[in-house]
């Protein structure tokens, strides 16, 4: 099973340190962490120096993996695609990075089963620049699964869908981690979305780490006042999942 821990990670944008100090206990596979904090907190800095896009002080300690550093896959907020190629060759390729360009019957039923899961394989020969900001949402999140990463990390997968959808999204993921062990790191703003699918959620606010812990713990009233400047209540509903009600600004 593969595990993760960060220490005294950092990472340089240029000359700026744009993230310092972060540290983590030991997250494991199977669990799904939710990265929450306001913007330009430094989620993104932290996916891109985990996947190895950023450099910076620290170490990121990998242990039981197959796969090493390339086991970790990052799937960015920007999804735009100006490249001419249909969903079904986009995914292609994205299956193929680093591979053997051989394409075997075991790569085309993969690609077909992850389209179908996402409820996308109805688009799967339209052209990439044909689609809505979700359906490219969608196949961005296609060509990051299809790879079968021992470590996701997903910044804002659902920002351009509707209800439904994050809801079928998050909990397909969620359901991928414990079925495979994939340990899943999701960036989030969506703060109900934490409470409801995530194991953990760790707090970045002006490039660090504010707290971290079970996602019950962790968002609080107190840290929404804190990190986010809201007032807020957290509150059981019949079902007695938390809830954030936001009353409005600090
Ligand atoms: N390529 C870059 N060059 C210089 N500074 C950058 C670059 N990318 C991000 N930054 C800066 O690093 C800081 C953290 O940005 P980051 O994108 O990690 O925030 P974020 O928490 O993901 O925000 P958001 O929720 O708005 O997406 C910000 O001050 C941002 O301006």
């Known amino acids: 099973m593969v595990r993760l821990r960060l220490q005294d990670l950092g990472a340089h944008h240029g000359r700026h340190l744009a993230l310092s100090g972060v540290n983590t206990p ?35 300690h990998l242990d039981g993996s197959a796969k090493g550093p390339a086991g970790i896959c990052y799937m960015p907020q ?8 249909t969903v079904y060759e986009s995914v292609l390729l994205a299956l193929k990075q680093k591979a053997s360009w051989a ?9 077909h089963s992850v389209l179908l899961s996402l409820g996308i394989a109805d688009i799967g020969f339209r ?17 990051t699964l299809v790879r079968q990463p021992e470590v996701l990390l997903m910044d804002e997968p659902t920002s351009a869908l509707d209800m439904h959808r994050q809801v079928q999204v998050l909990g397909f993921v969620r359901d991928l981690a414990r079925q495979r062990g ?12 934490a409470l ?25 009233v107190q840290m929404l006042r804190e990190v986010y400047q809201i007032d807020a209540r957290v509150e059981r509903c019949s079902r007695g999942m938390g809830h954030v009600i936001v009353d409005g600004v600090v």
């Open 26 to 60: 030991s997250f494991q596979g199977g669990e799904l962490v939710a990265v929450i904090g306001p913007n330009a907190a430094g989620k993104s800095t932290l996916f891109k120096r985990m996947a190895g896009l950023l450099k910076g002080p620290g170490q990121l």
């Open 78 to 85: 920007d999804t735009t695609a100006n490249a001419v190629l």
């Open 103 to 111: 394409v075997h019957d075991t790569d085309l039923e993969r690609i």
């Open 127 to 143: 052209n990439l620049g044909e689609l809505s900001g979700g359906q490219r949402q969608l196949v961005s999140i296609a060509q």
């Open 182 to 193: 994939m340990l899943v790191f999701v960036a989030l703003h969506d703060l109900n979305q």
């Open 196 to 220: 409801r699918f995530a194991d953990h959620t760790l707090v970045i606010a002006d490039g660090t780490v504010r707290c971290s812990g079970p996602s019950a713990e962790v968002i609080t």
